[in-house]
């Protein structure tokens, strides 16, 4: 079993900047994949970034620029620093782990962006 830890959601002004974090703890596999992913009201949940344990990286193309995703295996926490926010990343956030068939999910962390 794999616990998810989420922190750092909030409210933030568009283009300021959030940082959130996700640590695993648990039965970890290596190698592994962890990421973010979210869900805006009536909208499909969607990728936002993934990053593998060998530190490969993939992003949605509408984060692509303003957001970066990093980890640090030794803590097994994955961070996704979110820059130039804007409104339209609304969303709650979901932490996600992913090894061979395994994968789990964090509870979610919700991030609103203001005007």
């Known amino acids: 079993q794999v616990q998810l830890s989420e922190s750092g959601g909030g409210l933030v002004q568009a283009g300021g900047s959030l940082r959130l974090s996700c640590a695993a703890s648990g039965s970890i596999y290596r190698p592994n994949d962890m990421g973010w992913y979210r869900q805006a009201p009536g909208k499909q949940r969607e990728l936002v970034a993934v990053?593998?344990?060998?530190?490969?990286?993939d992003y949605a193309d509408f984060v692509k620029g303003r957001f970066t995703i990093s980890r640090d295996n030794a803590k097994n926490t994955v961070i996704l620093q979110m820059n130039s926010l804007k409104i339209d990343d609304t969303a709650v956030y979901y932490c996600?782990?992913?090894?061979?068939?395994?994968?789990?999910w964090g509870q979610g962390t919700q991030v609103t962006v203001s005007s």
């Open positions: 996600k782990y992913s090894a061979y068939s395994f994968v789990y």
């Open positions: 990053i593998t344990s060998g530190g490969s990286t």
